[in-house]
DNA sequence: ATGTGATTTGACGTTTACGTCAACGGAAGT
DNA sequence: ACTTCCGTTGACGTAAACGTCAAATCACAT
């Protein structure tokens, strides 16, 4: 079975060795050791990934670490289901409020460069998209209040 | 013209009239002011409105200022509009990774509670979602790992 | 005049997620 | 044996985004 040394994993996902360690440190990850070398495995390296998407939509580590057990917990053990249900529903509908956000503001952003653009390629009809300087006129501010 | 107090907004928003203060000192917003006290416009409530969504799709306050700023500009005032592209370009890709990414997350969620909940109704027919403990099994943990 | 409640300005504390040395330890090439 | 690389363990530093007092002010009701 293969297995990835620590300054390989940080290579492959961006990070530093030393981030990988402090998930260690908070129980994220628990690789075996060869000598005083820390050894990752392929499901080690799964986690790592886990853990990164998991940052990257926004947990915590601590969160991301009780979702993890949640997963761990698969091998047998007793836990408090319904409770456990509630936390996934809860953490879903953030997500889809958070996705419902993230919608609006590509919308925003996305309408706001369009209009940047015709404004550019007014000015400058052989502009490729790297002029620099300009004049910008006016996308109005006014959505966003939900609730 | 309608105004609000900090305490007004802080409750509106769900948030600590600190936390308003410190929108402020990063310059944020700016309030005008009755005697020492501040007095929002419905224009500070949107900007307000704003800066949270803004956070909740992952956003650093320093980003949001900048953001908030473009917006601002539209009064006539000359900008790099060539760099301001790429950033809203930039920052559309990231949102876009980060939707996908949460898209992962929720199909994932949603599948292991879906089991959870297959378990807990086969050993209790009459489950309202709300009972503690019980077992979990098993949903197994490969995907995540891209690029 | 005095108490009550909201607000303000410091100023220091806190949490999260690492960054940044420093000093040391094996392994491997020459 | 010596240097050159990783890799390891502390230990301290840091940036972001507020939290948490404390002390003072101000408007108002009693």
Do not use: C
């Not at 915590?60 to 319904?82: P, R």
């Not at 925003?108 to 300087?133: C, G, N, Y």
């Amino acid at each position: 079975m293969k297995t990835y040394s620590i300054s390989e994993l940080a290579a492959e996902f961006g990070i530093t060795p030393r981030a990988i360690r402090f998930y260690e440190d908070e129980e994220l990850i628990k690789p075996t050791r060869q000598g005083q070398s820390r050894i990752y495995s392929p499901r080690d390296r799964v986690r790592l990934a886990l853990i990164l998407r998991g940052k990257r939509v926004g947990f915590s580590l601590i969160e991301i670490k009780e979702m993890l057990d949640l997963y761990d917990i698969n091998d047998g053990q007793v836990t408090q289901l319904a409770v456990t249900v509630r936390k996934f529903s809860e953490r879903i509908s953030l997500l889809e409020r958070q996705r419902a956000d993230i919608e609006h503001a590509l919308e925003e952003l996305r309408t706001a460069r369009a209009r940047i653009e015709v404004l550019l390629s007014e000015k400058d009809p052989h502009h490729k998209a790297e002029e620099p300087h300009g004049r910008l006129i006016g996308f109005s501010v006014n959505s966003g209040v939900h609730d």
